[in-house]
């Protein structure tokens, strides 16, 4: 619900003058159905970027490649989305694409709603984890990597080895959404002594 609040005040934005005037199309016109894919993925990024509240600092670093994600995925450059947003809302059809991509979100959110939201997990969790793996001397002791590069390992080794966070009953998203707040100092062990003796920025 959240989500869709999001959108639709982001939406809101591209509504537009009720009077249609003739509009020149730009060179790399998108059809109405391809532009409104491309504002529908765009929202759904935007939505979930509101929905995990985002420390602000680290969006600004990774906004554009996020954005740029979306772009590479339509086969289009920030300029030809512009031209194409420009285009849409002054040719007055902005309304009917932003309700468009309304209902698709609502459609889409609806397969979504029996999901358990992301969980804080405790330390003990995440060490019972790490020791039922024989991954505590890694994390804590290893000195051939930088702890950045711990956490990347430990991301990639859990992304093949599900089972073991199942036999924890960790979900999968929580594990990662956790496992990056504490790459990023904004988790809840960092005064844990004994959890990761170095600092994450070394």
Known sequence: MKQLIYIAVVLIFFQCNPEKNFVEKPDSLMTQKEFEDLVYDMNILEGGIANFNLDRNLMRDTSLSLYQGVFDKHHIDYDTYKANQEYYILSNTMKEVSANVLRRVAKEAEKYKDIEPVKTLSFVQITQLLEY??????????TSTNFVERMDSLLRFYRVHQS??????????????????????????RKKPMFFNNKPNE
């Open 133 to 142: 793996d024989n991954l505590i001397d890694f994390v804590n002791k290893d």
């Open 164 to 189: 073991s966070l199942q036999e924890f009953a960790i979900d999968s998203l929580s594990f990662e959404t956790n496992l990056i707040k504490l790459k990023k100092g904004t988790d809840i062990f």
